[in-house]
């Protein structure tokens, strides 16, 4: 009910929507319910046409870095709707970690690299900062 009411509310302030038929990257982890408390990170990159291999390829190699906290929760391509666009999905338990997470993956050896090869390959990138409804298995 509280989610039945919340979508209500929601279509009061709702003036567009854009939808998008996403497929998750086979290297990333498969999305799984948490324990909470956390706040999640959504990523998105609007990468350059024809870059998507690419892209796939380095963070194959990449995400090997940024497994210790079990902060990768999913990483998704779009098929439908607007083309070239990925999103990371990233579990924290708050802000702090957050960054300390971030900034120890920039003091293991390799992952600068990976970072310097995908960076060309976006056009745009943006990041949210997302906190779960209490109905969410994401906590």
Known sequence: ??????????????????NQLLLEFSFWNEPRPRQGPNIYEL???????????EWGNN?????KYRQENQEAVGGFFSQIGELY??????????L????????????????????YYTVPLIRTMESRIMIPLRISPLQ
């Open 1 to 18: 009910q509280e989610y039945l009411d919340f979508r209500e509310e929601r279509s009061r302030m709702l003036l567009s929507r854009r």
């Open 43 to 53: 990523r998105t990159y609007k990468l350059k046409p024809g870059t998507m291999i």
């Open 59 to 63: 963070w194959a190699r990449a995400i």
């Open 85 to 94: 666009v990925v999103h990371h999905l990233w579990a924290y338990r708050d």
């Open 96 to 115: 702090q970690s957050r960054e300390e997470t971030r900034n120890a993956a920039w003091r293991k050896r390799g992952w600068d690299e990976n970072v």
